[in-house]
């Protein structure tokens, strides 16, 4: 009996020593290409594309275009209804017709009249009082004759320099009120057009927003416009990775829309400020031949190359060991000088040849 439980306790302990019995996975160096990156995902915008608002609160009255049709600078895309703004264009037409000078002339000529009359009664009462000292140097006359001479013709030379200023200033009052009902005019004007949304580029209409009848402000986004056949990558950039990105690096793109197939592109611009909610970075790009088909919004998925390196010593990095070391088949651990990495591999510059065979590591 106790022969037997012995028995049983020995292939109980043998049991887990069987199943733990597993093969070492080993590797060797291999020569090839490797790039160092940076990933980043982004979409595909037409260039030059922008949201369009109209500076103006209404209803879309009329909308002249459709999705997918092209425009040019200028091309009207759609109208908003705002019937104060209509009525303050009336309005500043009616105040423009009423103070056109032209239409002002005849209080002008009025004027004109009355300093003609004014200057007339000044040259004669001029004449009446040179006269009457004559006669009173001569002893005829009273000196009340004179006085009066005197203050008439004072009189009349006070109104004839009178209605020349009043003359002057109502042409100076006329010009003026053309002057500033013609700006209020224009106003009213550019105000009125600001209810027509008109395309700021030559391009395509990619979105309409709002439909007829929808209420808009100036803060409603009412159209979406870019290039109809520029388009450029936006993607993100991590802001541990930013430091290492700038102008003019290659870029290894892929799309959804086009599996399998990698295009290349460069970046153009690094926009400098962060995104402080998702801490990265905008960072576009061109591609160097542009895939048959685009649209704006396509995902996008991009290694941005750092550095690369051909027919380099490399080892995948799941047999490296603490980031520097491999374990060689011999159970040494080995110190090795790496140089680029990208996802799946290391570069191997001192500490390995391509005859050393490595094991795994156990995790």
């Given at each position: 009996m106790n022969s037997?439980?012995s028995l049983?306790?020995?292939?109980?302990?043998n049991?887990?020593?069987?199943s733990?019995?597993?093969?070492e996975?080993?590797t060797f160096?291999?020569?090839?290409?490797i790039?160092e990156s940076?990933?980043?995902?982004?979409?595909?915008?037409?260039?030059?594309?922008?949201q369009?608002y109209a500076?103006?609160?209404?209803?879309v009255?009329?909308?002249?275009v459709e999705?997918g049709?092209s425009?040019?600078?200028?091309?009207p895309i759609l109208?908003?209804h705002?019937?104060?703004?209509?009525?303050?264009?009336?309005?500043?037409e009616?105040s423009r017709?009423y103070?056109?000078?032209?239409?002002?002339?005849?209080?002008?000529?009025?004027?004109?009249?009355?300093?003609?009359y004014a200057?007339?009664?000044?040259e004669?009462d001029?004449l009446?009082?040179?006269?009457q000292?004559?006669?009173?140097?001569?002893g005829?006359g009273?000196?009340?004759?004179?006085e009066q001479?005197?203050?008439?013709?004072?009189?009349?030379?006070?109104a004839?320099q009178?209605?020349?200023?009043r003359?002057?200033?109502?042409k100076?009052?006329?010009d003026f009120?053309?002057?500033?009902?013609?700006?209020?005019?224009?106003?009213?004007?550019?105000l009125?057009s600001?209810?027509?949304?008109?395309s700021?580029i030559k391009?395509r209409?990619y979105?309409?927003?709002?439909?007829?009848?929808?209420?808009?402000?100036?803060?409603?986004?009412?159209?979406v416009?870019?290039?109809?056949?520029d388009f450029i990558?936006?993607?993100q950039?991590d802001?541990?990775?930013?430091?290492?990105v700038?102008?003019?690096?290659?870029?290894?793109?892929?799309?959804?829309?086009?599996k399998?197939?990698?295009f290349?592109?460069?970046?153009?611009?690094?926009?400098?400020?962060m995104?402080?909610?998702?801490k990265?970075f905008?960072?576009?790009?061109?591609?160097?031949?542009?895939p048959p088909?685009l649209y704006?919004n396509?995902t996008?998925e991009?290694n941005i190359v750092l550095q690369?390196?051909?027919n380099a010593?490399?080892l995948?990095?799941?047999f490296?060991?603490n980031?520097d070391?491999?374990?060689?088949?011999?159970?040494?651990?080995?110190v090795?000088k790496?140089?680029?990495?990208?996802?799946?591999?290391?570069?191997?510059l001192?500490g390995?040849?391509?005859?050393?065979e490595?094991?795994?590591?156990?995790?």
């Amino acid at each position: 009996m106790n022969s037997r439980i012995s028995l049983l306790i020995i292939l109980i302990l043998n049991i887990p020593l069987f199943s733990c019995d597993k093969s070492e996975e080993s590797t060797f160096p291999t020569r090839e290409d490797i790039s160092e990156s940076v990933y980043a995902s982004g979409i595909i915008k037409a260039r030059f594309q922008y949201q369009a608002y109209a500076n103006a609160i209404g209803t879309v009255q009329q909308i002249f275009v459709e999705e997918g049709d092209s425009v040019e600078v200028g091309t009207p895309i759609l109208a908003i209804h705002n019937e104060a703004t209509r009525l303050n264009r009336e309005s500043a037409e009616l105040s423009r017709a009423y103070a056109d000078k032209k239409l002002n002339q005849t209080k002008l000529k009025d004027l004109e009249l009355s300093i003609a009359y004014a200057k007339n009664k000044w040259e004669n009462d001029s004449l009446l009082w040179e006269r009457q000292k004559r006669l009173r140097d001569q002893g005829i006359g009273t000196k009340v004759d004179y006085e009066q001479r005197q203050l008439a013709f004072e009189n009349s030379k006070t109104a004839y320099q009178t209605a020349k200023l009043r003359y002057e200033d109502l042409k100076r009052e006329i010009d003026f009120n053309e002057r500033n009902a013609g700006k209020n005019l224009a106003i009213s004007r550019a105000l009125e057009s600001e209810l027509v949304l008109k395309s700021e580029i030559k391009g395509r209409v990619y979105a309409l927003l709002k439909e007829k009848g929808e209420m808009v402000n100036a803060q409603t986004a009412l159209a979406v416009i870019g290039s109809a056949k520029d388009f450029i990558l936006e993607m993100q950039v991590d802001e541990y990775d930013i430091v290492k990105v700038q102008r003019g690096q290659k870029i290894l793109v892929s799309m959804d829309s086009y599996k399998g197939e990698v295009f290349e592109a460069v970046i153009s611009k690094v926009n400098p400020l962060m995104d402080e909610r998702s801490k990265s970075f905008t960072v576009e790009g061109v591609f160097v031949k542009e895939p048959p088909v685009l649209y704006p919004n396509l995902t996008l998925e991009a290694n941005i190359v750092l550095q690369s390196r051909g027919n380099a010593l490399t080892l995948p990095l799941a047999f490296m060991l603490n980031g520097d070391k491999v374990i060689n088949k011999n159970g040494d651990t080995l110190v090795l000088k790496t140089g680029i990495r990208d996802f799946q591999k290391v570069e191997i510059l001192e500490g390995l040849d391509e005859k050393t065979e490595v094991i795994k590591p156990v995790k």
